[in-house]
């Protein structure tokens, strides 16, 4: 395996062949053996599946899917986390392929970005190749499979291993790429509307961290210009992914008084019925 890695690394665009005959080796059966992910403890059988199967139907039949009326009495799916009925992405595929398929190449294209940009990122670290090509594999196990067959995480893992090549390139040399900035904002706004809001507020946290690091690593604490530098990309990444956001962001901040979370209930005792009929 480690032989036809490096003869992978060693050509122009080995490696993103390897990564996707990685992605197509690991999702074989999902992708082209009908199969479903249909573990006893799956939160994709007990929630994501029947979401996106509502989502898909709603599109293809050109209804709304703000509304699901058969979750309780009705229920706006699309504030709970679902990850991303107005992500533009999720709209094409749900759109235009079988609603299992397109579950499936979605999780697909999450797993192939989460080694494409943790390469990118080793790489603009000054790693290897062969080392850099199996950074994203090794992130990825370090999830259990029943987080990684939720949309809902996996589309918003590329974002961390993104965010550190953005923040590379944007402060590489003595002058600051804003377009590089601005790059890395799409991606947290995409992130905000098709994933995890807390992992993608948890990657723009860690980016920060390692930002404040590295100026205070450099030795150089009273250069005004280095630390403006370093303020104004991450203030740039922050807003313009928040501005991308806001379609998910604004309903979902209106939502979220009205939801049983609100009273400041331990997700753990509001999933054991702490509520129940009564209440």
Not at 15 to 40: E, N, Q, S
Not at 168 to 197: P, T
Not at 228 to 246: D, K, N, P, R, Y
């Amino acid at each position: 395996i480690t032989s036809i890695i490096k003869k992978a690394a060693t050509v122009r665009g080995g490696v993103l062949v390897f990564f996707v005959l990685l992605t197509v080796a690991v999702l074989f059966p999902f992708l082209f053996g009908d199969r479903l992910m249909l573990a006893a403890d799956s939160d994709a059988l007990y929630y994501y599946y029947p979401a996106f199967d509502f989502y898909g139907t709603a599109l293809k039949a050109g209804e709304s899917f703000l509304w699901n009326p058969y979750l309780f009495s009705g229920f706006p799916t699309y504030l709970s986390q679902s990850a991303g009925f107005l992500d533009p992405v999720n709209m094409v595929l749900f759109r235009f392929l079988p609603n299992f398929t397109a579950y499936h190449v979605r999780l697909a294209l999450d797993i192939f970005l989460v080694m494409l940009f943790s390469y990118l990122a080793a790489r603009a670290y000054g790693i290897s190749r062969l080392a850099a090509s199996l950074v994203g594999p090794s992130y990825l196990l370090a999830f259990h499979w029943r987080f990684l067959s939720n949309l809902v995480i996996a589309n918003s893992l590329f974002l961390l291993p993104f965010l550190f090549f953005i923040y590379l390139k944007a402060r590489e040399g003595a002058v600051i790429r804003w377009r590089w900035a601005f790059l890395g904002g799409i991606g947290v706004g995409w992130s905000f509307l098709a994933g995890y809001a807390q992992i993608t507020i948890y990657s723009l946290f860690l980016l920060g961290l390692y930002a404040l690091a590295e100026g205070l690593f450099r030795g150089k604490i009273r250069d005004f210009r280095m630390w403006a530098g370093i303020i104004s990309v991450l203030l740039i990444i922050a807003a313009a992914g928040f501005v991308i956001g806001l379609p998910q962001i604004l309903p979902a901040r209106k939502f979220t008084p009205l939801t049983i979370r609100a009273g400041g209930l331990e997700y753990g005792l509001t999933t054991l019925k702490s509520i129940d009929p009564r209440d």
